[in-house]
């Protein structure tokens, strides 16, 4: 193998994506380890060598001494088409073992576009792709991740699921899978004993018959496995496992530093934000904590930027303190820091101010709406006034580049909102043009996605607009946003439809997947390979189309698809919600001491978790 | 005061795939993981002061490879390569560093040639004897036209005034190409360049299946790149 390999690592577009040997990369001995477990991230090694979960469960595994954690990504089209013709199979990076050899292989669900990589990998393993054809030694197949919690197009393809935190889950999984050996049990006991571990959905236990608009109709679990299965949160995010020996890649990925996690979870409660429910509740690490971290980190990886991580780390408390912390410490050693998520207001500027003091790339904010009616639909707390405040004083500051993120297809959108979006990204360049010292390089970008309903959210009952509507939309943005110093970016509708349907379907699409995958699509997250008409004849093939879950109205009453997966917050928080963002009337963050009561802390007996030991008393049961 | 080092190194293994850009971020990484006082250029967008003699092609490993490096207080050298391979992944190693004293010429502009040495499984119908005329039919040529990718197409290009030195040899089932090419300057060849002409017509071998060693860079007068001090 390793010369066959050898000689296809010379014709391979980077081939340091499939050699492995990075700085901190862990190999242990293969015999010494009694469980095996692969981490398979179905996209390209520069994207899985930027999620921040990869290194944690990477960490947590290989501190056993009774397990080994080894990583694979998805070869890319031109090493796989030479893998295959040479016989290969996909391989692990460490010790470059057959990804069928392992004992469990755990994918990670970032992403509905990468669910064609999944099934492409296990076959590319020789692994067989339907759960119910696997056999005593071939390895167990569990998967996680934020699309965990609606993966039923998945269902028939992974054995098991892992629900919330993976760092909470993975060492009962692997547990139950060493005691399950040694007993040498059953596949299907050892499922049964996973199906008894809090946070894992096996989805053979459960069965479904569904309405004709998609909606459950019947729903039956297996008498020994929980009806609804919870997700699985840390309850103290300083006395986790926090990964600060990293890998430190070799090439150039997409985050490309120390990734230092702030905290957990953001309660703003944006109503269309999936990440917003299933991260649920907000629990800040201690500044102290952080700082001790953010040394080991500097020392172990020699990376020269610090990126504060989180969901949205201006609302951390102990941001200034961190942020102060780092500049006097590593500033002489030229290491920056970098905030990912600024949010739209003036105080993220002034930390950006603080932290920018040697680089000016641009700045970005996502002001998602263009109106303020529409901002308070979604219960985006930002204001047009946040918004001009943050742009003026980064353009006094010395920024001459703004990114205003938006959202198209929103719940109850008009023309007015779109042209809100027009005069908003005019106002910001007036602005510019009026402070701004560089006016050469002036430059305000708009990015409009489209909305996509998810599943746990207030808007999983939604709609997502027409691939027509959507188009139109995007047209109509594209002839106002234009001229000196405006750029408008958008993106391909047809991929933003699939994700919705992916995203709020249920088992009848696994077909879809597996014809779609034997039609050849892979990589539909990336332009250059995305092929819609694939997709369509996918789906003809079952005599469905695509949009058609996308495009669907959900009732109250209905039982969705996903309903069996409780992410802590309750269905009558999200049902209330949605009917406050139909009335337009905001909801405070909890974060300011008021709990609107989403139920998350009495259901998961759980408590945000706040900088100097603060904490918000949740309501019991507001409904 | 300057403190620049002159390092000579090991690119081998899993760090042959590694691309030259790569092999910066990779030193960089590496001599901050050592605590090196690393000396940055002026600027908005500082970075360390790192020069390298001549890229490697990507899957070539290098065994005899240079980089001068800028520290912004002394240290021994012994010492700096003693910390900095505590630090490098396996792949890359230092062998020596010295300090640069006085005006030195830079490496890029000192590296004229380098050598090569290819090995691949050697097939029945080849023996030592056919490969050296081979090679010495092929070295006969006044030119040798390769197609050259650029950004706009291919262009035709000349490499024969850039090979140097040709030979080869055979050990039990291994074959041997044995090469001195400049580099560096305009006539700049590339090993698999010379692999290429020379499979076609001269040696029936696949290029692909060759494993390529940088086995010495050197100055002009084939003088070692520790040369000047
Ligand atoms: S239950 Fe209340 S305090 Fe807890 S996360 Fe939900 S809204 Fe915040």
Redesign the pocket.
């Known amino acids: 193998m390793e010369q066959l390999l050898e000689r296809i690592l010379a014709t391979v577009e980077k081939p340091s994506r499939y050699v492995g040997g990075e700085w901190n990369s862990i190999s242990k001995k293969w015999d010494q380890a009694e469980v095996k477990m692969a981490f398979a991230f179905p996209d390209v090694y520069e994207v899985g060598m930027s999620h921040l979960g990869m290194q944690i469960l990477y960490k947590v595994v290989n501190d056993r001494p009774d397990a080994l954690m080894e990583r694979v990504f998805a070869p890319w089209v031109d090493m796989e088409e030479k893998m295959r013709a040479a016989g290969l199979p996909l391989f692990s990076l460490e010790s470059r073992r057959p990804l069928a050899e392992f004992d469990v292989v755990g994918f990670t669900l970032q992403y509905e576009m990468s669910f064609t990589n999944i099934l492409n990998m296990l076959d590319m393993a020789g692994i067989p792709m339907r759960s119910s054809d696997r056999k005593g030694d071939n390895p167990l197949v569990i998967a996680g991740g934020p699309c965990g919690f609606n993966p039923e197009p998945l269902a028939p393809f992974i054995d098991a699921f892992v629900l919330g935190e993976g760092e909470e889950v993975i060492n009962a999984v692997l547990d139950v899978y060493l005691a399950q050996k040694q007993q040498q049990c059953s596949r299907r006991d050892t499922l049964s004993a996973l199906a008894g571990v809090e946070g894992i959905y096996v989805p053979a236990f459960y069965q479904f018959e569904y309405k004709q608009d998609g909606t459950v109709k019947e729903f039956k679990s297996d008498s020994h496995v929980p009806p609804v299965v919870k997700k699985r949160v840390v309850v103290d995010v300083n006395d986790v496992p926090f990964p600060t020996r990293p890998i430190v890649p070799h090439t150039d990925v997409v985050h490309d530093r120390m990734m230092l996690e702030v905290m957990r979870?953001c309660?703003r409660g944006c109503r269309f934000c999936q990440a917003g429910t299933i991260y649920?509740?907000?629990r800040e690490k201690d500044p102290e904590n952080l700082l001790a971290q953010a040394e080991e980190l500097v020392r172990s990886t020699g990376w020269d930027e610090i990126s504060l991580t989180s969901l949205s780390s201006s609302d951390y408390s102990g941001i200034s303190e961190v942020i102060g912390g780092l500049v006097d410490r590593y500033s002489s050693e030229r290491i920056n820091v970098a905030l990912p998520s600024l949010r739209a207001d003036a105080f993220s500027v002034e930390l950006a101010k603080e932290v920018q003091r040697v680089r000016r790339s641009s700045l970005t904010f996502a002001p998602e709406a263009g109106t303020q009616r529409l901002r308070d639909v979604i219960n985006k707390g930002v204001t047009e006034e946040n918004l001009m405040e943050a742009v003026t004083s980064a353009f006094k500051a010395g920024w001459s580049s703004v990114k205003l993120y938006f959202m198209i297809g929103l719940p109850s959108e008009t023309e007015a909102d779109l042209e809100g979006i027009v005069s908003l990204a005019r106002r910001v360049l007036e602005a510019g043009r009026n402070i701004s010292r560089s006016k050469g390089r002036l430059r305000v970008t708009v990015s409009a996605s489209s909305f996509v309903p998810k599943s746990h959210t207030p808007f999983q009952w939604e709609p997502q607009d027409s691939l027509i509507e959507l188009q139109e939309k995007q047209r109509f943005l594209k002839q106002r946003i234009k001229g000196k110093g405006l750029t408008f970016n958008w993106h391909e509708g047809q991929v933003s439809m699939l994700e919705a349907d992916l995203a709020r379907g249920n088992r009848d699409l696994a077909p879809v997947l597996e014809r779609a995958w034997a039609l050849g699509c892979r990589f539909d997250g990336w332009s250059e390979c995305f092929d819609f008409s694939k997709w369509e004849k996918a789906f003809e093939c079952f005599g469905i189309k695509p949009g058609d879950y996308a495009l669907r109205r959900y009732s109250h009453e209905d039982v969705l698809p996903w309903d069996h997966l409780d992410a802590g917050?309750s269905k009558k928080y999200l049902t209330l919600e949605h009917k406050r963002a139909l009335d337009g009337v905001p909801t405070v963050d909890?974060?300011g001491g008021k709990?609107?009561?989403?139920?998350?802390?009495?259901s998961l007996e759980i408590?945000?978790q706040l900088v100097g030991g603060k904490s918000?008393?949740?309501?019991q049961d507001l409904l | 005061m300057l403190n620049l080092y002159r390092i000579c190194y090991k690119k081998v293994g899993p760090m042959r795939y590694i691309s030259h850009l790569d092999l910066l971020r990779t030193m960089e990484r590496g001599s901050r993981r050592a605590r090196l006082p690393l000396a940055f250029t002026q600027g908005f967008n500082p970075h360390p002061r790192i020069s390298f003699a001549a890229p490697l092609p990507v899957g070539v490993q290098g065994e005899d490879e240079y980089m001068d490096l800028e520290l912004e207080s002394p240290m021994q050298a012994p010492v700096l390569v003693e910390r900095l391979n505590t630090c490098l992944p396996y792949g890359l190693e230092i062998l020596e560093a010295r300090e640069v004293k006085g005006a030195a010429p830079s490496l890029m502009g000192m590296v004229e040639q380098a050598t090569y040495a290819a090995v691949t499984i050697r097939p029945a119908d080849i023996n030592e004897k056919s490969l050296i005329s081979s090679i010495k039919a092929f070295m006969e040529q006044q030119e040798v036209i390769i197609d050259k990718k650029t950004k706009k197409g291919t262009k035709a290009k000349d490499i024969r005034p850039g090979i140097v030195k040709l030979s080869g040899d055979s050990k039990e089932d291994r074959l041997f190409i044995y090469m001195t090419l400049k580099t560096g300057s305009r006539e700049n060849v590339r090993p698999e360049e010379v692999l290429r002409a020379l499979v076609k017509g001269y040696l029936p071998l696949n290029v692909e299946e060759f494993r390529i060693t940088r086995t010495g860079l050197y100055a002009a007068g084939e003088r070692t790149l520790f040369a000047e001090f």
């Open positions: 979870g309660t649920r509740p907000v917050v909890c974060r709990c609107p009561g989403c139920g998350i802390c009495p408590n945000t918000v008393e949740p309501v």
